[in-house]
């Protein structure tokens, strides 16, 4: 279930936001202490669904500026008023707890643990204290440091659907957003998301709309497997977007997760049970070679693998950058013969570089300020080196943009001057926000065959999709995503 915190900061913005929480929301959270001049009554009027009546105090991460007394008799008028559940924290003193935990009612209790810094390794010892008491839910939150806290939470959480508890669990901040997601998938008993961006409760909390439409985290599930990308950051990837709309289009039950991942060593160890493929971007396509027990030919010589597959109990590592890539050129050039320049010196370059040698291209590539890395890809596509400044003594047929040049926000540059394309080249840009870098629109504009970042990406993304699930990928849909993504950023 998804539960969606009201959060004021007036009446009159609370009572705005209800009707448009109810759209999305299985259960409505009022959040007294942030809302001014809070009327609970006035608020119950216009909720039809399950209601949680919450008064957090400062200590526990909320904004209840009045004594413990008058914080407790707002719970105490959600209970006169028959809400369907209260939330009280496990920190309140004994005198005013035990009255509420004990009274009988229709009212549900909820007794809430929170640690706004990190996640206690000896978090099972509060489960078990707080099943002592007489609340129908417990609920544990607690703040992710680091990705392989959410283990603890996982735990917490098969060890509570063994019992047989109601348990709300999950880790909060940027690196506990994978827990917000899978808690009700592993049997907790809600999650929470705000109703849009900057109405959040409590750190990384993810708009209830994602959760719904994009994870489905309301699904029946019995037999998901969970996929994601690896990267640092990954806040900017798009491939939860694009994978979680491609199984949702397929009828399959798994997901795809954004995992933030600082040390690839400790990642791998510790999720390995839980994964069944990974994306994986940078800084980590190099690193995580040496966790997999192979990796396919094109992998190994390029020296990255953006692309991890479980197959029969091994771990297998491919690069569907190269390939993605050679696909998007398969309908629109034959690189043998082809004179071909790859601006950039980096791991795309090298994966596409790779492309371009094996159909036959003859190859240079450039460096700008990192001649030592220039000479180092130039070395191992055994091709020519040139420097980004020597581009317009030569001549080619072949563009290929592997710079970040052009990426949003410096939408206004382009790494290959207008003046220099001819209308026969073909002209192939790896970035892919925007949708049209001034690379592709100039080369449109002069007539040459030109190649968007999105094919590649796509491309590619198709290419996993295939790898994990045996199943055609819909390209289209996975393609349309994307564009309209890019299109809503600017």
């Known amino acids: 279930m998804i539960c969606v915190p009201i959060i004021g900061p007036t009446m009159r913005q609370a009572l705005e936001d209800i009707p448009k929480a109810l759209d999305v929301a299985d259960i409505i959270e009022l959040r007294l202490d942030l809302i001014d001049d809070v009327n609970l009554a006035e ?11 919450t008064n957090r105090h400062k200590r526990e991460g909320g904004q209840f500026k009045g004594n413990e007394e008058e914080r407790v008799k707002f719970l105490q008028q959600a209970i006169d008023a028959e809400v369907d559940y209260i939330d009280i924290e496990a920190g ?9 935990l004990e009274t009988k009612c229709k009212t549900k209790k909820i007794i809430s643990y929170h640690h706004y810094s990190l996640t206690p390794e000896s978090i099972i010892e509060f489960y078990e ?8 839910i417990i609920k544990i939150v607690t703040y992710a440091k680091n990705i392989t806290d959410n283990i603890i939470v996982f735990n917490l959480l098969r060890h509570a659907r063994e019992s047989g508890k109601k348990l709300i669990s999950f880790c909060m901040g940027d690196q506990g957003e994978i827990s917000r997601i899978l808690s009700p998938i592993m049997g907790g008993f809600l999650t929470f998301g705000s109703l849009d961006t900057g109405k959040e409760s409590a750190p990384g909390q993810i708009p209830a709309t994602v959760l719904r439409d994009i994870y489905r985290v309301n699904m029946d599930r019995p037999d998901y497997k969970i996929f994601g990308v690896v990267g640092d950051p990954v806040y900017k ?10 199984f949702k289009k397929k009828n399959l039950p798994h997901i795809y997760l954004p995992f933030l991942v600082h040390d690839m060593n400790k990642f791998f160890s510790a999720f390995e049970p839980y994964f069944e493929g990974l994306s994986v971007t940078m800084p980590h396509k190099e690193k995580v070679r040496r966790l997999l027990d192979m990796t396919d030919g094109a992998a190994d010589t390029i020296g990255a693998a ?5 197959e029969r109990n091994l771990w297998v590592g491919y690069n569907t950058d190269y390939s993605g890539a050679m696909k998007a050129f398969e309908d629109r050039c034959n690189l043998k013969g082809k004179k071909v320049l790859i601006i950039g010196s980096g791991g795309t370059a090298k994966a596409i570089g790779y ?7 003859d190859l240079t590539v450039t460096y700008n300020q990192n001649r030592e890395r220039g000479e180092a890809l130039a070395s191992d596509l055994n091709c020519r080196l040139i420097s980004s400044r020597e581009i317009g003594a030569y001549t080619f047929e072949v563009i290929i943009n592997c710079s970040p040049v052009g990426m949003t926000p410096d939408v206004s540059k382009t790494p290959y001057p207008k003046h220099m394309l ?4 073909v002209v192939f840009d790896a970035v892919y926000n925007p949708l049209e870098t001034r690379l592709i629109k100039d080369a449109k504009e002069v007539g040459c065959i030109a190649i968007p970042g999105v094919e ?9 999709f295939e790898k994990w699930t045996g199943v055609g990928a819909p390209k289209e849909v996975m393609r349309q995503v994307v564009v309209d993504k890019l299109k809503s950023l600017g």
């Open 43 to 53: 608020l119950l009027k216009v909720v039809d669904k399950p209601v949680i009546v």
């Open 92 to 100: 309140t003193s004994r005198e005013l707890l035990q009255p509420i």
């Open 129 to 136: 204290t707080m099943s002592e008491t007489p609340a129908e």
């Open 237 to 246: 990837s798009l491939g939860y977007l694009i994978h979680n709309t491609a």
């Open 306 to 310: 953006n692309t991890v597959v479980r």
């Open 355 to 361: 492309g371009v040698v094996q159909k036959g291209g």
């Open 422 to 425: 001819k209308p026969d080249m």
């Open 456 to 464: 590649l990406f796509i491309n590619q993304a198709a290419e996993q």
